[in-house]
């Protein structure tokens, strides 16, 4: 198969990266459209979405995915899936309208997904495969989408260029953030472009020499 296009899209004013990635015969996944719905319309065009992901249940992550799967699903003729996080991150998704509130982010809805995702799980999309990882931490329930024959991953707010996702939240975990990157993203092939949830994308090798929460 050809190669998968990733492009960036900030959305909310957290500005967090919602990935399109699209193949060559114009279908896309959407991963985390936390807001913007409309700006999300317009980077994907005329594609056809497989399938929305989510990494986990921050509302600028997931705050736009009930919409657009209520859109895409209408326009396309058939349910386009909301798929993950693991479960653990349930709570948080039927808090993200609250939350939005106390933020002042309008348009945010609560999320049900269609499937929660476990670690080990494959996910044939785009004609290609991506691996589902559990690394919690940030979230109980985050989930980072690895593309091995792509040579990519989409890791939400666990690794970013030389830091580390938060943990300062009631169920933040640092020590279980730095063991599962280590372990679930560090282990992987070097080249392999990271694309993080804020901010501009690194590679695993970048972070392993760089990153100074593993030095
Ligand atoms: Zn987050």
Do not use: M, W
């Given at each position: 198969m050809?190669?998968?296009?990733?492009?960036?899209?900030?959305?909310?004013?957290?500005?967090?990266?919602?990935m399109v990635v699209s193949n060559e015969t114009e279908r896309a996944v959407v991963i985390d459209p936390g807001g913007d719905v409309a700006d999300i319309l317009v980077a994907l065009g005329d594609v056809q979405v497989e399938a929305i992901l989510l990494t986990h249940g921050h509302l600028d992550h997931a705050g736009g995915a009930d919409e657009l799967r209520a859109v895409?699903?209408?326009?396309?003729?058939?349910?386009?899936?909301?798929?993950?996080?693991?479960?653990?991150?349930?709570?948080?998704?039927?808090?993200?309208?609250?939350?939005?509130?106390?933020?002042?982010?309008p348009g945010m809805r609560n999320v049900v997904p269609d499937q929660f995702l476990e670690h080990g799980?494959?996910?044939?999309?785009?004609?290609?495969?991506?691996?589902?990882?559990?690394?919690?931490?940030?979230?109980?329930?985050?989930?980072?989408?690895?593309?091995?024959?792509?040579?990519?991953?989409?890791?939400?707010?666990?690794?970013?260029?030389?830091?580390?996702?938060?943990?300062?939240?009631?169920?933040?975990?640092?020590?279980?953030?730095?063991?599962?990157?280590?372990?679930?993203?560090?282990?992987?092939?070097g080249e392999m472009i990271v694309y993080c949830g804020h901010g501009m994308p690194t590679t695993i090798e970048e972070e392993r020499k760089n990153n100074?929460?593993?030095?």
């Open positions: 050809g190669h998968l296009k990733c492009r960036r899209v900030p959305v909310t004013p957290l500005r967090q990266n919602c895409l699903s209408e326009k396309q003729g058939a349910r386009v899936p909301v798929l993950g996080p693991d479960r653990r991150d349930a709570f948080l998704l039927e808090s993200i309208c609250d939350q939005a509130a106390a933020f002042g982010l799980a494959q996910l044939s999309l785009l004609g290609s495969s991506f691996d589902v990882r559990h690394v919690p931490g940030h979230t109980p329930g985050h989930v980072v989408f690895v593309n091995e024959e792509q040579g990519c991953s989409f890791v939400g707010d666990t690794l970013f260029r030389q830091t580390v996702g938060r943990t300062d939240f009631a169920y933040g975990d640092s020590e279980g953030l730095i063991n599962a990157i280590r372990s679930e993203l560090l282990s992987l092939p100074p929460f593993f030095q």
